[in-house]
Nanobody, 118 residues
């Protein structure tokens, strides 16, 4: 089970830290990565950042590089979001899957947390 938190409303240039508590998940060779995705109404899920088990490898969408940082501890996935822009607005989801930034590679998802940047 994945449960996100930390969303909210913030002005452009501000920061938020999202958390995703994962219960019952253990990284395996089939599902070795955790990731953050976002979605706005009428659009498909956009991969934001991904981290491999152990945190040794991370990957970011070009639109968030140098502003967002993905990290994890034993049970929680984090997304530190700095210098937020209005285009970062959306529902943010954490997911477990086979790595990469394609939503189809992730079979397990949380319910999401809303981020609004004005």
């Amino acid at each position: 089970q994945l449960v996100e938190s930390g969303g909210g409303s913030v002005q452009a240039g501000g920061s938020l830290r999202l958390s995703c508590v994962s219960s019952g998940y253990t990284a395996t060779y089939l599902l070795p990565c955790m990731a953050w995705f976002r979605q706005t109404p009428g659009k498909e899920h956009e991969g934001v950042a991904v981290i491999a088990a152990g945190g040794s490898t991370t990957h970011y969408a070009d639109s968030v590089k140098d502003r967002f940082t993905i990290s994890q501890d034993k049970v929680t996935l984090f997304l530190q979001m700095n210098n937020l822009r209005p285009e970062d607005t959306g529902m943010y989801y954490c997911a477990v899957g086979r790595c990469g930034l394609a939503a189809t590679s992730y079979p397990k998802w949380g319910p999401g947390t809303q981020v609004t940047v004005s």
